[in-house]
């Protein structure tokens, strides 16, 4: 079909090293969004509203690396995709077949910070605000993985714009990725910090950027096409769809909440450990 964009040729594997062993952009660029959100984190660490130190991030970013891929996985592989699980249990092991959830990531990086929180004895919503700062581009950088990969395309559209993609098929589809990067990357990092400079309560930006992040993924699946395994559900919804709604309803009450009870940010704690 011509007269259509066509995805860029770009080989998904950056290097074969030995045998199975591959450094692939998706991966690169997945590690990458944890350097630039670390350097995000030691910046803001040195603003008093935060109430953690560079050395806390130095520790911190593997617990969230830890925390991000775990629960990215097995989110991933209970919800989306449960009959390989079934076959095979060693198949919620096997990472390097593709398969992760941001859903389930962002749980795992809940567990992970409100655990390293109490630890270090950083309130856990200033840690939150953080994250929510340093989080966006790493979205933007994954979902340009995505893009390189292939995968998570659109609907079938015909618009000026639409793209025929290598595993797509013949048709033209939404560039779904490319719509995601701008939305829960870019928009949404303009969003939090923007907020940033409005507010000093601790809580307000992380319920931002879980409230605008539910908005930006909702609106997203409605172009882009949902995992073959898992089709459309409930109301013709996706379940990228009805996990965003999950989480917007989730989010909004606990949002309402605070603003309620007037969250406000602590003192800068003692640094001379």
Known sequence: MTGYLHQPNINPVLLHLWGPLQIRWYSLLYVG??????????????????????DDVEQFILWLLIGAVVGARIIYCFVYDPENLMK?????????????????????????????????????????DAMALATPTGLAMGRIGNFINGELFGRISYVPWAMIFRDGGPEPRHPSQIYEFLLEGVCLF???????????????????FLIGYSLARFIAECFREPDVQVGYLIFGLSMG?????????????????????????????????
Request: charged share 20%.
């Open 33 to 54: 969004g944890f350097v630039v959100g670390r350097a995000i984190l030691r910046r803001l660490a040195k603003e008093d509203r935060f109430l953690f130190t560079p």
């Open 88 to 128: 095979d249990p060693l198949y919620l092991f096997q990472v390097y077949r593709g398969g992760l959830s941001f859903h389930g990531g962002l749980i795992g990086v809940i567990v992970a910070s409100v655990i390293f929180a109490r630890k270090k004895g950083i309130p856990w919503w200033n840690l939150a």
């Open 190 to 208: 303009c969003l939090v910090w923007y907020v940033k400079g409005k507010t000093r309560k601790d809580g307000r930006i992380a319920m931002t």
């Open 241 to 273: 769809q009805i996990l965003s709604l999950i989480m917007l309803a989730v989010s909004s009450f606990v949002g309402w909440q605070m603003i309620r009870r007037g969250r406000t940010t602590g003192v800068k704690r003692n640094t001379s450990r």
